[in-house]
C-alpha cells in the first residue's frame, strides 16, 4: 500500500487526467464503450507502478503510452475476432441511423482505415494538440518517426475524405 501522499497524487493525477485518456483511447480504437474501460485499465496500471511513476518527468505521456499500447491490442484483438467471424457468417454492411454529424462519423470512420501508428500521431498531434517531441514521448518513437507518420496520415485522410474534409481536420477542430 502507498503512503497516504502518494494515494492523493495519484487521485489528482486521475481527476486531471482519466477524460483526456478516455478520449484518446475512443479516437484510437473507434469504440465509446471501449474508451472507458481501456483508460480505467490504464489507469490501475498506472497505480500498480505509482511509487515509482510519481518522480517520473512525465507520467501523463508514459499514461497515453499505456493507453496507445492497450489500444493497440484491442484493435488487433477485434481484427482477429472479426476474422474469425466472417469465416462463419456473412458480413451485413453497418448502417449508422441517428442523429450523428456526417462529418463526424466521416473522420471517425477514415481514422480507423489509417494504420494504428499513423492514426496515433494524427490523433495526438491534431485532436490533442500535442507538439512533435510530446507525441514522440508519448508513442515511444522518435520525433522524425512522428513526422513521417502524420505527413503519411495526414495524406491517406486527405485521399480518404478529400481535401476539404482533411483541411478541416488539421485546422483544429476536434474530433470527440
Known amino acids: 500500500m502507498l503512503p497516504d501522499d502518494a494515494s492523493a497524487e495519484f487521485h489528482d493525477f486521475f481527476e486531471r487526467h482519466y477524460a483526456e485518456l478516455a478520449r484518446f483511447a475512443h479516437l484510437l480504437t473507434g469504440e465509446a464503450d471501449a474508451a472507458d474501460d481501456l483508460a480505467a485499465d490504464a489507469l490501475v496500471t498506472l497505480w500498480q507502478n505509482w511509487d515509482r511513476l510519481r518522480a517520473a518527468e512525465h507520467p501523463r505521456a508514459y499514461a497515453r503510452g499505456v493507453v496507445a499500447n492497450m489500444a493497440r491490442e484491442r484493435v488487433r484483438s477485434t481484427v482477429r ?20 454529424v456526417a462529418a463526424v462519423l466521416d473522420v471517425r470512420t477514415a481514422l480507423t482505415r489509417l ?48 481535401v476539404r474534409s482533411a483541411e478541416v481536420l488539421v485546422a483544429g477542430r476536434r474530433v470527440s
Open 81 to 100: 475476432e472479426r476474422r474469425r467471424i466472417t469465416l462463419f457468417w456473412s458480413r451485413v454492411p453497418e448502417r449508422t441511423e441517428g442523429p450523428d
Open 115 to 162: 494504420p494504428f501508428r499513423r492514426r496515433a500521431c494524427v490523433v495526438l498531434r491534431h485532436a490533442f494538440d500535442l507538439s512533435e517531441k510530446d507525441t514522440a514521448m508519448a508513442l515511444g518513437i522518435s520525433v522524425g518517426t512522428v513526422k513521417s507518420q502524420t505527413s503519411k496520415g495526414l495524406a491517406e485522410l486527405e485521399r480518404i475524405l478529400g
